[in-house]
């Protein structure tokens, strides 16, 4: 592992985390990458959708973290590694028509793995839908709401960006456009409701 | 009347607390009354709640791409320093003298791939590859096994001793079993094998085929009258595929004169035969014509007939017109249509002739006559039939 770098236990981890570490992130990440991509690639995956799946499951994880809302049972280990199994049967079941047996080098267990990534996948689609409205919605609204809320620009920094004659006037075109993107939002989310 | 971007304004300041204290009671108390407004303010909330989760969705994404990419990158310089530091000594050396670049050592992209490939269809391929052995294995048992019934015999043709149908042995078995009140003396059970044979002279020696009596036990002779005899074998001839059994029990009494006689020289081309035998349970009349004067693949010990014989034919006599023996039915090819070969009936009477010149005390008395000439085939076989017996093979 890294040379010179902290360690850290679990609940060091979990802290970190919470405070926004950088390095914890990098180093938790590094930790238990082998794992999964072991996992996958015994289970006819590539390198490439190694990555993928166990960024997912690192996200799922990070986020519940950051909304303070984990309980933690299990080990982040067993916990990444029960998310990333399913994350994987659900990709592999829609790859292909896989009815095949997953090899489990790790003992699988009961951690509440399954309810929060069902959480995740709902979160998941509300932000796919305010990604296609964002799309849609045009510019300049675009690179104005991008800026505000993405790149967590200030508003002065817009005002000069996009030439608007003072402030008042750049959050003024901002609530416009935040409506606009209301509509687009809703919309679209009630119709994948349905 | 304020538009909804007004209200955003009012929203956001509200949430990011910069509302005046009187703005902000009016706005809360007009929230409390008016449900309307209280559901705009949570769509706000949403709105900029979803897009603040999106943003810090795709700052972490970023992060962990990041991170995932110093990995790769510090994994690659850890796998190949060496390789790395050979390229860059290359690439300054080819700077300096502008030749052709060195085979590089570094796993190429299509070996990466394959062993991609590898990876994720390996379970597949190792089921492929043993279901593919284990049909090349069966097909070759199955067709070694398919070739021994084929071709059970020495003589590269196919062989007629004819063996007893299963079925009905279970079934006599099951008859037995049923009946087994009735208590019945225990019967001699049918013998695995049977063929034909017929006498040789007066005093109980008969002759066969040699295949007939391969890897036999015991062997039983029944004739016509359903009489039977034990025998033995006293000489047999692989190479000519014959056999000369002697009757040992004590209550035969001879077979009285035999109405045939044996030829000793060949028979012409297009002589019309016949045979007796047992295919089935009673005697089959069969005939046709000599077709070769050379037996499977140019064989001088045997005759090639054109009569259709079955299993259980072997071993039977086979006649010219006058009513001579001129042949031992042995076979026939599968492959030709109603190719059936005999062995010729001078090697029969050589081989008599060196056992009885070797002496041992026996003699062959073999028939001089012939009662048959002359006379219609019916009759011929009306006197034949008492001569052509089964011979029942035990293993």
Known sequence: ?194 | MKTEADYYALFDAYRAGTLPDDERTTLERRLAADPELAQRLQEFEELTGTLTAYGRRLALRRKLHAIHADMDAEQAVRLTPLAKIAEEDERHERFASGQAPRPMLRISRTEEKLRAFWNGHRATMMVAASVAIMAVFATLLGLEWWRASQKPSLYGYTVLRREVERIKRTQRSMNRTLNQIEAQPERSNPGKFSGTGFALTADGYLVTSYHVIQGADSLLIEGRDRQRFRAEPVFTDVAHDLAILQIKDKTFKGFGRLPYSFKRGQSDLGEKVYTLGYPREDLVFNDGSLSARSGFEGDTGFYQISIPVNPGNSGGPLLDDKGNLIGIISGRQMDVQSAAFATKSSYLMRLVDSLGAAGAGQSYNLPRTNQLAGTSRPQQIRKLQDYVFVVKVYE
């Open chain 1, 1 to 194: 592992m890294g040379k010179g770098q902290p360690t850290y236990t679990d609940e060091e981890f979990v802290a970190a985390i919470r405070r926004d570490d950088d390095r914890a992130l990098a180093q938790l990440y590094r930790l238990h990458f082998p794992m999964i991509s072991h996992y996958v690639l015994q289970n006819s995956g590539t390198e490439d959708e190694a990555k993928d799946v166990y960024q997912e499951g690192v996200m799922v994880f990070y986020e519940k973290v950051r909304e303070g809302s984990l309980e933690l049972s299990c080990q982040i280990k067993t916990y990444l590694y029960a998310v990333c199994r399913r994350l994987w049967l659900k990709r592999l079941t829609e790859k292909t028509r896989y009815g095949g047996r997953l090899d489990d080098h790790e003992p699988y267990l009961e951690t509440g793995a399954e309810a929060d990534l069902e959480v995740a996948e709902e979160r998941d689609r509300q932000l796919g839908t305010m990604s296609q409205a964002l799309e849609r919605i045009g510019e300049p609204c675009r690179s104005l709401l991008e800026g505000f809320y993405l790149l967590d620009k200030s508003m002065q920094q817009l005002t000069a960006e996009f030439g608007y004659t003072n402030a008042d006037n750049a959050k003024n075109q901002k609530y416009k456009c935040l409506v606009r993107l209301k509509k687009l939002f809703f919309s679209q989310y009630q119709e994948h409701e349905t």
